[in-house]
């Protein structure tokens, strides 16, 4: 059974930065991309950052120059690296593990900036 766990969200101030982990405990096979969400207050989940399972990297134009998505492959985990953060980045944040077969989500972190 493969679990997704989120960690390291929290309250920042305006300008300040997070680096969020997402650790999968089990094996995920055939990876297509591992990606982070997240979903402000009262609106809809939206994607932030995708990394393939080739190394490319896309962003939602928001957060481009602010944040990085990378992975530790040896611990199955990927983080989202974020600088300069803004009150419009508070949202939940979710990891997603997309594959050829289902898919994983964890439970979510929230991050909150305030101004």
């Known amino acids: 059974q493969v679990q997704v766990v989120e960690s390291g969200g929290g309250l920042v101030q305006s300008g300040g930065s997070l680096r969020l982990s997402c650790a999968a405990s089990g094996t995920i096979i055939s990876i297509v991309a591992m990606n982070w969400y997240r979903q402000p207050p009262g609106k809809q989940r939206e994607l932030v950052a995708v990394?393939?399972?080739?190394?490319?990297?896309s962003y939602v134009d928001s957060v481009k120059g602010r944040f990085t998505i990378s992975r530790d492959n040896a611990k199955n985990t990927v983080y989202l690296q974020m600088n300069s953060l803004k009150p419009e980045d508070t949202a939940v944040y979710y990891c997603?593990?997309?594959?050829?077969?289902?898919?994983?989500w964890g439970q979510g972190t929230q991050v909150t900036v305030s101004s």
């Open positions: 997603n593990f997309r594959t050829l077969g289902p898919g994983y």
């Open positions: 990394l393939t399972s080739g190394g490319a990297t």
